[in-house]
């Protein structure tokens, strides 16, 4: 008997949060069912086979991949409700936010990402609270934001968010991110900080901003139909594999802020850590987004993650 192929696909540094949570789910997979899944992961597809990041889940979704992991940002138009991570300033703990999606948030999620895109929805990952940074000058007020060009992901609430603050945003895939921040193409970029040290952003862009405006939160998604066609005791073994690897990774991407702060060199890089009232700058810059969308996803979904 053949064994059962699962391909896990991802876009980032071998040494990212993700890419090592994923190793230990093909090592967990292994002690339970050992030959009988042929797992194999490719932790870096845009630099391996020049796929774009964005790709990922319509290739999971097709069944032309099996699994990956992918920031729910970019999935905000097919399932509405992941957008609250997108809105700035609303997730402020980590632990609140795990405990969402733990628990009803994360069922909730589930049975929307099943019902709209036939994907399964195995974990739910750890993409960090996301700061600015930029190469031209400091970020302490919202007007120190104005005219910078801006990375942003292919999401209208974020390119929303940063146009309230007075950047100029443009879609940039994450495979291209790091020469348009080299070249000086865009001035400006947000990303958790294990990305901005993984990438090499912060070689270019001295400044580094902690405004922790979002909590970014990646899915671990495997095409449901193929996951279906898995014997029990397979499909049992992804799951707890997952599950492990999940612990894992927020584990790492806890400790990979602490870390990174530790590796930033003052002569290099000029860190702002905001005042509670420079914040508090920012977030009434963006009330109004944040409402916006309050009163389209309801009260609810808030009262779970604030």
Not at 173 to 185: H, M, Q, R, W, Y
Request: net charge negative; charged share 25%; proline share 4%.
């Amino acid at each position: 008997m053949s064994s059962i192929k699962i391909e896990l696909g991802g876009y980032q540094p071998p040494t990212s949060v993700h890419n090592r949570a994923a190793e230990i789910f093909g090592e967990e997979l292994a002690k339970r069912v050992g030959e009988a899944v042929d797992y194999a992961m490719d932790g870096n597809m845009p630099e391996s086979k020049g796929i774009k990041a964005f790709d990922l889940p319509a290739l999971v979704e097709a069944g032309d991949l099996t699994m990956c992991y992918f920031a729910s940002s970019y999935l905000a138009e097919r399932v509405p409700e992941v957008a609250i991570f997108d809105l700035p300033f609303v997730v402020k703990s980590r632990e609140k936010a795990y405990a969402a999606l733990d628990g009803e948030l994360g069922d909730l999620l589930k049975e929307k990402f099943l019902s709209e895109m036939g994907v399964r929805i195995l974990g739910f990952w750890d993409n960090g609270f996301r700061h600015f940074t930029n190469g031209v000058r400091e970020i302490r007020t919202p007007a120190d934001c104005d005219g910078l060009k801006m990375r942003s992901m292919s999401s209208e609430v974020h390119q929303e968010f940063f146009r309230l603050l007075g950047f100029e945003p443009t879609f940039v895939d994450v495979a291209d991110l790091v020469a348009k921040v080299k070249s000086g193409e865009i001035d400006a970029q947000e990303n958790p900080l294990t990305n901005t040290y993984r990438f090499g952003t912060y070689h270019y862009h001295r400044h580094i901003t902690l405004t922790g405006h979002f909590f970014g939160m990646v899915l671990v998604m495997v095409n449901n139909e193929i996951f279906e066609s898995w014997p029990d005791n397979v499909q049992q073994a992804v799951q707890d594999s997952i599950d492990i690897a999940t612990k894992a990774q927020r584990g790492f991407a806890q400790a990979e802020d602490d870390e990174v702060m530790a590796a930033l060199d003052p002569a290099e890089n000029d860190v702002v850590e905001l005042s509670d009232d420079e914040r508090q700058a920012f977030q009434d810059a963006v009330t109004p987004l944040v409402a916006k969308h309050r009163a389209r996803l309801g009260d609810r979904l808030f009262e779970l993650v604030e």
